[in-house]
């Protein structure tokens, strides 16, 4: 069965920390990985990894994707309270997108 | 990017009654996808609308249920129908981004059915 699990659930950081957002998988027909963030309905396009070892980077996040042991990370640098979302991890099999639960970050000023 | 519109943005439904979702996208595309989202939780894909064709409809999803509409390659439908409390929920359309796979989203419909 195809899945997506994305961890920690939940995380609560203070303003300034640097925090790392885990996402693995297991899909038949990989064919690229997603990472969104959603504040309030619509979750907004951030990066898409379809290489192993290439980080994609916009200002204070970056992604790698790790197609050996099926992973990706997300990393937010020196975060602030604008950061606080649900950050959303899918995998596109070329038929379907597969969302994990995401992981829910509280940034505290 | 594909830009892509709602409507409605949110409603209020008594139990029993039926609400359209509409769907708008400001360019061709082959592949739509129709999401619900309950509170707390991700995103469940409840079918894939490509024109042309019957809905594909994930499991634990149903036609007479949720039916859907896909007249053109710029415009889908989502009906939920005889409405339960159980329902309530955001519901988004999106499209793939063609050669690059990324998806675009709508901006949701918030549903809320006493």
């Known amino acids: 069965e195809d899945k997506v699990v994305q961890s920690p659930l939940s995380l609560v950081v203070h303003e300034g920390d640097t925090v790392t957002l885990n996402c693995s998988y297991e899909v038949t027909n990989f064919r690229s990985l997603l990472w969104y963030k959603q504040e309030k309905k619509a979750p907004t396009f951030l990066f898409m990894l379809?290489?192993?070892?290439i980080e994609k980077k916009s200002g204070r996040l970056s992604s790698i994707l790790d197609k050996k042991e099926l992973f990706s990370i997300l990393n937010i640098t020196a975060t602030q309270t604008g950061d606080s979302a649900v950050y959303l991890c899918a995998v596109w099999t070329g038929n379907q997108f597969y969302f994990g639960t995401g992981t829910s970050l509280t940034v505290i000023p | 990017s594909a830009v892509i519109s709602q409507k409605p943005s949110r409603d209020i439904c008594q139990r029993g009654t039926s609400l359209t979702i509409q769907c708008q996208v400001d360019?061709?595309?082959?592949?739509m996808f129709w999401y619900r989202q309950q509170p707390g939780q991700s995103l469940t894909l409840i079918a894939t609308a490509n024109q042309g064709s019957e809905a594909t409809y994930e499991s634990g999803f149903v036609i007479d249920k949720f039916p859907i509409s896909r007249p053109n390659l710029t415009f889908s439908t989502l009906t939920v129908s005889n409405m339960s409390p159980e329902d309530s929920s955001i519901y988004l359309c999106?499209?793939?981004?063609?050669?690059?796979?990324?998806?675009?989203f709508g901006p949701g419909t918030r549903l809320t059915v006493t």
């Open positions: 360019s061709q595309v082959t592949m």
């Open positions: 379809t290489s192993s070892g």
């Open positions: 999106s499209v793939e981004g063609g050669h690059s796979y990324e998806q675009y």
